[in-house]
């Protein structure tokens, strides 16, 4: 498709259980990105990656979060031992270059029980 | 660091009426604003952007205002249609991410 598409759109999983979620990013594009959206807030930035090396994770929440983007195309997004509290909406976008307009997906929403 | 906040979580307009989300920001060095549009279940869709050196920017039924001064914008919206339903969200790159404020829900009565 010509937009970004991310996989599963929603996902329960229980207190403990280690979850993947998928972006596939509008085809060409250099950079990539994953938002973290609360209910009722914004997105906050988790992590950037620039063709397949990922250039800041400063915003991933804890050591149980980690993204990757081995060929530089599609990324990953993993959570293991999911807390209640990283029940959100994640958010992938992707763009040409890491200045250019920021497309994003329609985002995974994961809930914790 | 950049941070935005939206003023009101909701506003409610009548269908034909203009609407107005306002937004503001504390770093007075910040010199690209980009307004976001969030749909139910969807992600933010670019809806317009300004930089500093303008005060004013026209797109289709949208205008966004820029106020240096007291660090604030807004955007509006002529004659609000049931289809501009949405949370309406003000961003602020710092560096290559993107700062969200917190949004403001736009209900159409009609």
């Known amino acids: 498709g010509a937009g970004v598409s991310q996989s599963p759109r929603y996902k329960v999983a229980k207190r403990g259980q280690d979850v993947a979620l998928r972006c596939d990013p509008i085809?060409?594009?250099?950079?990539l990105f994953w938002y973290q959206q609360a209910l009722g807030q914004g997105p906050e930035f988790l992590t950037y990656?620039?063709?397949?090396?990922?250039?800041?994770k400063s915003g991933l929440p804890s050591d149980r979060f980690f993204a990757e983007r081995p060929e530089g195309s599609v990324s990953t997004l993993k959570i293991q031992r999911t807390q209640q509290e990283d029940s959100a909406v994640y958010l992938c976008?992707?763009?040409?270059?890491?200045?250019?307009?920021?497309?994003f997906g329609e985002g995974s929403r994961l809930t914790v029980l | 660091g950049e941070s935005v906040g939206l003023h009101l979580p909701t506003l409610s307009v009548q269908e034909g009426d203009n609407s107005i989300i306002n937004c503001a920001y504390s770093?007075?060095?910040?010199?690209?604003f980009i307004w976001y549009k969030q749909e139910s279940g969807k992600g933010p869709q670019f809806i317009i952007d300004?930089?500093?050196?303008?005060d004013k920017r026209q797109g289709q039924r949208v205008t966004v205002l820029l106020n240096k001064t007291v660090k604030h914008l807004s955007l509006q919206i002529a004659a609000t249609q049931p289809g501009d339903s949405a949370v309406y969200f003000c961003a602020a790159p710092s560096s290559y991410k993107l700062i969200f404020g917190s949004g403001t829900r736009l209900l159409v009565r009609p």
């Open positions: 770093n007075s060095a910040s010199d690209y």
């Open positions: 300004i930089r500093s050196n303008m």
């Open positions: 990656f620039q063709n397949e090396a990922q250039l800041d």
């Open positions: 976008a992707s763009s040409a270059s890491s200045s250019g307009e920021l497309f």
């Open positions: 085809s060409g594009h250099v950079s």
